[in-house]
């Protein structure tokens, strides 16, 4: 059964996020985008509006929202202003984790301590010698008397610096290669947590973006989240169910870049009439919005298959890197349409093309997303 018409909650899901990003987002992204800050009076009121946590299942506090419902959110949202819709997405994607291998106790206390008390969640995979490469991760987590020392360095940590809670990701034994990376969670105040450099960013620059060093943290056995050496798949299985999001939220960018540059087109005269009348500005348009179309349906095809419960791997990379790729496509043809005043900050269109370059970096690159897709080919042939 085929069926792409939003439910009666899904409309009131995307009105409110619309909504939300047209009163709160969009007339604030400049100002974050030049100044870099982070936007904590916007975090906080999408925390009021019941647009952070989602995810959540609503026994903790959540929103209990499906994989498609996300996606709604995240591409409203990411419409308004990426960096700034990043910093209340990270939050979902962090929590991953706890949701699919938490304890419940640990469910109860920091999942239902972070929808309460509006707490904030990064999550830590990225190392300086382990980007793609995450089986190459070398913070380590020594036993200790039934307690775990971890140190090491992240880095690129989305939300690093103003955090409660970071999921972080170490090994328990080198030599086990990916199968002694594990999963904990550790709290803001951890003696020896602490955070560091803070990137000075291309784009998406609202979102706070840092090393997160780890010496010497005690972390109780109780914050281990699965089993030792489960960690990897818990990664793979995160990006499974993030990618899809990443995706939608370069469909939402490319979505305000479409609408701008169209607006533009029919209003800018050369020539004795609108720019939009000559074909090759016109069909940049029309391939702007088949773009658009195509990338918002992957998407939501690889967040369908994380509801019926369906290995969705290959399709969530397809939907990241024809999304990543996409907007990095439509945002510079936006730039194209504007001409000289696309080139410009008094005009939208030069941010979004900033906002757009990293959808093909975070997450897993394009480079990566295309390997997984190989990967997935040749054991359909294997099989
Ligand atoms: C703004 C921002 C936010 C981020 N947020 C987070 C976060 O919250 N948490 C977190 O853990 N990480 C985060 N990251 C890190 C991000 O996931 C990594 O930057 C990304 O996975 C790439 O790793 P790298 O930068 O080390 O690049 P590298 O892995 O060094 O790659 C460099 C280049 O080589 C290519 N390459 C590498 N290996 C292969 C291969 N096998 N085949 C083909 N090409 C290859 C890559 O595609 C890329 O073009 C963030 C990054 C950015 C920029």
Sequence with gaps: MIDFSLTPEQ????????????????????????SGEYPQEIVKKAFQAGLVYGPVPEEYGGGGLGQLDQLIVAEEL???????????????????????????????????????DEKLIALCVTEPEA????????????????????????????????????????????????????AFVVPRGAEGLSVGKKENKMGQRA???????????????????????????????????????????????????LDYALRYS??????????????????????????????????????????????????????KVFCGDMVMRVTTDAVQVYGGYGYVKDYPVEKLMRDAKVFQIYEGTSQVQRLLIGRALAKKVAR
């Design 11 to 34: 409309e009131a899901i995307q009105r409110t996020a619309r909504d939300f990003a047209q009163k709160e987002i969009a007339p604030a992204a400049q100002q974050y985008d030049r």
């Design 207 to 257: 979102a706070d973006t840092t090393d997160v060093i780890f010496d010497e943290v005690v972390v109780p056995a109780a914050d281990r989240i699965g089993e030792e050496g489960e960690g990897f798949r818990i990664i793979m299985q995160t990006f499974n169910r993030s990618r899809p999001g990443v995706a939608i939220s370069a469909v939402g960018v490319a979505r305000a870049a």
């Design 131 to 182: 980007g793609s490469d995450v089986a190459a991760i070398s913070t380590r987590a020594r036993r200790r008397n039934g307690e775990y020392v971890i140190s090491g360095n992240k880095c690129f940590i989305t939300g690093g610096g103003v955090a409660d809670y970071y999921i972080v990701f170490a090994t328990v034994d080198p030599s086990r290669g990916h199968r002694g990376i594990t």
């Design 266 to 319: 029919l209003e800018r005269g050369q020539f004795g009439a609108p720019i939009f009348m000559q074909q090759s500005v016109m069909f940049m348009l029309a391939d702007m919005a088949r773009d658009i179309t195509a990338g918002r349906l992957l998407a939501w095809k690889a967040a369908w298959k994380v509801e019926q419960g369906l290995d969705n791997s290959a399709e969530a990379a397809m939907a």
């Design 78 to 116: 990411s419409a308004g202003c990426a960096g700034i819709s990043t910093c209340i997405a990270i939050n979902s994607l962090a929590a991953i984790p706890l949701i699919d291998r938490g304890s419940e106790e640990q469910k109860k206390r920091i999942l239902g301590g972070a929808c309460r």
